[in-house]
């Protein structure tokens, strides 16, 4: 059956601009793409160790066999929060199906009627998509931008005492890979009887000593509402956890459709994200749970001083995180660049417009543990050589 003409007028547009886009099968490439930054994915023990939780509780299905309030809850799942609240200092924790199923359950669920939401005007598109589902009024404020946020949060303080204020921003940022300034936020949040929620997808076992995120390393549990944190990325698994008062989870057990309208993980999901967080909190003498924390860490350090040894300051957006972004604009310079590592060997992805803003696309350079500083030399040797290139 033929689409739409509507919707195939759009896929002919974005074809006709190159910014189609495909699935493609995983390639035997050094991996500088994924968002598994401590190799945890493949880390065979947490596999055998997932298998082994399953077998101790008698876990013997392969589903959830419907929604947590139905016959989904099964009893991996309070376990798995209780350690999860308890690794992030957290009343609670409520998992969910996916980061996106997080952010959209939260913010359709929470900001209500009158109330009003102010964004960082990066924040993520599960984020925006959620807000869009909310009835509250939503407010951008520049990037990382303190005065900007206080400007904001001063025009709206006369409001009716019944609205609420929600601020919202991201611990690192998916797309530049640069950090807030948490601390002055939450002092801000306080000030202004705001509610600040923070996004740690891209924190989430990578920040702090054992991974907790940048808003227990700043040392802010208890100034934040709510954390939305993800089990796709440095944890290696699948899902996601909103922590939160009990209070809060209660509501959003009542209220978030995304929640409420969904079959639950299946028990080897939720013993996979209970084995990763055994992982990151073993005693050093049974694993090493810093090892791979740690080497991120060297491996950020080395990058950046690489950058500059490379003199590629001018296009990589500062990040002590491990995403870094080299901004070349223009989507089919940027997609060449990429081709041309790749054919060397090295996956590193474009980033195109209008994911990101026209004159703003970029190589989206992730760091992992299991990377090496030969590999970090040459894959900026080679784009010192092909930025280069693409000028002359």
């Known amino acids: 059956m033929k689409l739409p003409n509507k919707l195939q007028k759009k896929l002919n547009t974005r074809e006709a601009a190159g910014t189609l886009r495909v699935l493609k099968e995983p390639e035997d490439l050094v991996d500088f793409s994924s968002n598994d930054?401590?190799?945890?994915?493949?880390?065979?023990?947490?596999?055998?160790?997932?298998?082994?939780?399953?077998?101790?509780?008698?876990?013997?299905?392969?589903?959830?066999?419907?929604?947590?309030?139905?016959?989904?809850?099964?009893?991996?799942?309070?376990?798995?929060?209780?350690?999860?609240?308890?690794?992030?200092?957290?009343?609670?924790?409520?998992?969910f199906?996916?980061?996106?199923?997080?952010?959209?359950?939260?913010?359709?669920?929470?900001?209500?009627?009158?109330?009003?939401?102010?964004?960082?005007?990066?924040?993520?598109?599960?984020?925006?998509?959620?807000?869009?589902?909310?009835?509250?009024?939503?407010?951008?404020?520049?990037?990382?931008d303190i005065k900007d946020l206080i400007d904001n949060l001063e025009r709206i303080r006369e409001l009716s005492l019944e609205t609420n204020t929600y601020v919202i921003t991201e611990s690192v940022f998916s797309m530049d890979g640069d950090h807030p300034d948490l601390v002055t936020m939450a002092q801000m949040c306080k000030a202004y009887k705001s509610y600040l929620v923070v996004d740690e997808a891209h924190a989430t076992g990578v920040v702090g000593t054992l991974g907790q995120g940048l808003v227990q390393k700043m040392e802010l549990q208890n100034e934040v509402f709510a954390s939305i944190i993800t089990f796709g990325k440095a944890l290696g698994a699948h899902g996601a956890a909103v922590l939160g008062s009990?209070?809060?989870?209660?509501?959003?057990?009542?209220?978030?459709?995304?929640?409420?309208?969904?079959?639950?993980?299946?028990?080897?999901?939720?013993?996979?994200?209970?084995?990763?967080?055994?992982?990151?909190?073993?005693?050093?003498?049974?694993?090493?749970?810093?090892?791979?924390?740690?080497?991120?860490?060297?491996?950020?350090?080395?990058?950046?001083?690489?950058?500059?040894?490379?003199?590629?300051?001018?296009?990589?957006?500062?990040?002590?995180?491990?995403?870094?972004?080299?901004?070349?604009?223009?989507?089919?310079?940027?997609?060449?660049?990429s081709q041309k590592l790749k054919k060397e060997g090295y996956d590193v992805k474009p980033i195109l417009s209008p994911t990101v803003p026209e004159g703003q696309e970029r190589l989206r350079i992730c760091l992992h543990s299991y990377n090496t500083q030969q590999e970090i030399k040459s894959v900026l040797s080679l784009l010192k050589n092909f930025t280069h290139e693409s000028i002359t």
Do not use: W
């Not at 160790?49 to 066999?65: F, Y």
């Not at 996916?98 to 109330?115: E, K, L, T, W």
């Not at 491990?322 to 660049?337: D, F, S, Y």
């Open 37 to 95: 930054y401590l190799g945890l994915s493949r880390k065979q023990s947490i596999s055998r160790r997932a298998i082994e939780i399953l077998e101790e509780h008698d876990i013997l299905t392969n589903g959830a066999t419907g929604s947590r309030l139905l016959s989904g809850n099964h009893k991996l799942y309070p376990l798995t929060e209780e350690i999860i609240a308890s690794f992030h200092e957290s009343e609670t924790a409520l998992i």
């Open 97 to 144: 199906n996916s980061g996106y199923d997080a952010n959209i359950g939260f913010f359709q669920a929470v900001p209500q009627r009158g109330d009003i939401i102010l964004y960082d005007e990066y924040i993520h598109a599960s984020i925006r998509d959620g807000i869009v589902m909310s009835h509250a009024k939503a407010y951008k404020f520049k990037h990382n």
């Open 246 to 337: 009990d209070l809060l989870k209660q509501y959003l057990v009542n209220f978030a459709r995304s929640f409420i309208y969904t079959t639950g993980l299946p028990p080897h999901s939720i013993a996979t994200i209970l084995a990763s967080y055994e992982y990151l909190s073993a005693p050093s003498s049974i694993e090493k749970p810093f090892f791979e924390i740690e080497t991120l860490k060297s491996h950020i350090d080395f990058f950046n001083e690489q950058i500059v040894i490379h003199d590629l300051q001018s296009i990589f957006i500062p990040s002590t995180s491990a995403i870094h972004c080299a901004v070349l604009p223009g989507n089919e310079r940027v997609k060449t660049i």
